[in-house]
């Protein structure tokens, strides 16, 4: 059967440059995904005139009937999934003016809890020796240090659990709902609190293929691709999309003999101390 990578949110930046990169380096189909067909097809279109072979699925991290449509397709036609790349995710323009308490529950509606649940729904599909790519942030890094000391060791903690994890996420939007989320110990930041919890979701399921999967060699990281030039990034940041996709390149390509990294934060190539 042949081999498939997944690249979520593939339409344009970084998860654009991944699937470019993967087209000429990954044996085996690669599948850009987006939420908008539209604006998949399009960007297949275009990768296909570079002389490219993409395929395109529809997938919105934030439907679960999206996200289970996309698990049994991968199921029926390849038998499982190779390569995973999380890289789907949502930021306020600094200039927006949004009310924070509206921003929190957006943002970590996507960038959390979609990821997570393209995660619970994907990871039971990872063939043997598949890699799983997590696009968090650096940012998220800096918030960690933002917050009080009784979140950064709760954060932190290798016994946490996804339950956990997923409570400490619904506090923060209900302090951020409030308007409390300071006086709480969080930082000011809902793009990067939802990025902490990527990091830590990312562990945690590392954690979990360890106690289950062992012998399958299945690695499992979260990344930083960096400050990048992207509707996300904007136009004053130092690096190209295709710099950011690097180290997610480097994660979803880990050779099949190699055993680590697994289950860190990885920027610039090199683990990050979490």
């Given at each position: 059967?042949?081999?498939?990578?997944?690249?979520?949110?593939?339409?344009?930046?970084?998860?654009?440059?991944?699937?470019?990169?993967?087209?000429?380096?990954?044996?085996?189909?690669?599948?850009?995904?987006?939420?908008?067909?539209?604006?998949?097809?399009?960007?297949?279109?275009?990768?296909?005139?570079?002389?490219?072979?993409?395929?395109?699925?529809?997938?919105?991290?934030?439907?679960?009937?999206?996200?289970?449509?996309?698990?049994?397709?991968?199921?029926?036609?390849?038998?499982?999934?190779?390569?995973?790349?999380?890289?789907?995710?949502?930021?306020?323009?600094?200039?927006?003016?949004?009310?924070?308490?509206?921003?929190?529950?957006?943002?970590?509606?996507?960038?959390?809890?979609?990821?997570?649940?393209?995660?619970?729904?994907?990871?039971?599909?990872?063939?043997?020796?598949?890699?799983?790519?997590?696009?968090?942030?650096?940012?998220?890094h800096g918030c960690l240090g933002q917050c009080?000391?009784?979140?950064?060791?709760?954060?932190?903690?290798?016994?946490?659990?996804?339950?956990?994890?997923?409570?400490?996420?619904?506090?923060?939007?209900?302090?951020?709902?409030?308007?409390?989320?300071?006086?709480?110990?969080?930082?000011?930041?809902?793009?990067?609190?939802?990025?902490?919890?990527?990091?830590?979701?990312?562990?945690?399921?590392a954690r979990i293929l360890d106690a289950t999967?062992?012998?399958?060699?299945?690695?499992?990281?979260?990344?930083?691709?960096?400050?990048?030039?992207?509707?996300?990034?904007?136009?004053?940041?130092p690096k190209s999309v295709e710099e950011g996709?690097?180290?997610?390149?480097?994660?979803?390509?880990?050779?099949?003999?190699?055993?680590?990294?697994?289950?860190?934060?990885?920027?610039?190539?090199?683990?990050?101390?979490?």
């Open positions: 059967m042949a081999k498939v990578a997944v690249v979520t949110g593939g339409n344009k930046g970084v998860g654009l440059a991944v699937v470019r990169a993967l087209c000429k380096q990954f044996k085996g189909d690669v599948y850009l995904t987006a939420r908008n067909s539209k604006l998949g097809e399009e960007a297949v279109e275009a990768l296909e005139k570079e002389g490219l072979s993409p395929r395109f699925h529809q997938l919105d991290i934030d439907d679960p009937q999206s996200i289970k449509v996309l698990r049994d397709f991968l199921k029926e036609k390849y038998g499982g999934l190779d390569v995973l790349i999380n890289n789907a995710g949502i930021a306020f323009k600094t200039a927006d003016t949004t009310p924070f308490a509206i921003q929190a529950p957006v943002i970590m509606q996507t960038n959390f809890y979609g990821n997570r649940d393209v995660c619970n729904a994907l990871l039971t599909l990872i063939k043997p020796h598949g890699r799983v790519v997590n696009v968090s942030s650096m940012l998220g009080s000391p009784r979140l950064q060791q709760e954060f932190r903690r290798d016994s946490i659990t996804e339950d956990e994890l997923v409570e400490l996420m619904e506090k923060f939007v209900e302090d951020a709902k409030k308007g409390d989320h300071l006086k709480e110990g969080w930082p000011d930041m809902a793009y990067g609190t939802s990025k902490i919890g990527l990091t830590v979701l990312s562990k945690i399921q999967r062992k012998e399958d060699g299945i690695l499992l990281n979260a990344c930083c691709p960096g400050w990048i030039k992207t509707d996300l990034g904007g136009p004053n940041a996709a690097k180290t997610v390149l480097y994660l979803a390509l880990l050779p099949p003999d190699v055993t680590s990294p697994h289950g860190e934060m990885i920027n610039e190539m090199k683990v990050v101390e979490w």
